[in-house]
């Protein structure tokens, strides 16, 4: 069974910085592609950033290009988001999730994590 769990969440304020982790297990994490998501109140969930299997490849959304960095450290089956000059507009919970074949921006992604609350206050 494929479990994903996320930490690092909580409050911090705006201009601040926070280091999400996503430890996977029950699949083979090297050759996984990952993506982060978040979900505001109110709001549908949306795409924030994701690594090919090999960490080759990132991509973000605009709004947080320049702040926020994905990595992944496939000895430790563990992928990380440094979310850096934190806005209030951040504020959501964030999702990691894994595929075996997808990589990219959409929610085709096979396997979520249960979140991990980002709070920025302003």
């Known amino acids: 069974q494929v479990y994903l769990a996320e930490s690092g969440g909580g409050l911090v304020q705006a201009g601040g910085s926070l280091r999400l982790s996503c430890a996977a297990s029950?699949?083979?994490?090297?050759?996984?592609?990952m993506g982060w998501f978040r979900q505001a109140p109110g709001k549908e969930r949306e795409f924030v950033a994701a690594?090919?299997?090999?960490?080759?490849?990132?991509w973000y959304t605009d709004s947080v290009k320049g702040r926020f960095t994905v990595s992944r450290d496939n000895a430790k089956n563990t992928v990380y988001l440094q979310m850096n000059s934190l806005e209030p507009e951040d504020t959501a919970v964030y999702y990691c999730?894994?595929?075996?074949?997808?990589?990219?921006?959409?929610?085709?992604?096979?396997?979520w994590g249960q979140g991990t609350q980002v709070t920025v206050s302003s």
């Open positions: 029950g699949l083979t994490f090297s050759i996984a592609n």
């Open positions: 690594i090919i299997w090999s960490g080759t490849t990132t």
């Open positions: 999730a894994a595929d075996m074949h997808y990589a990219g921006s959409s929610k085709s992604y096979d396997y």
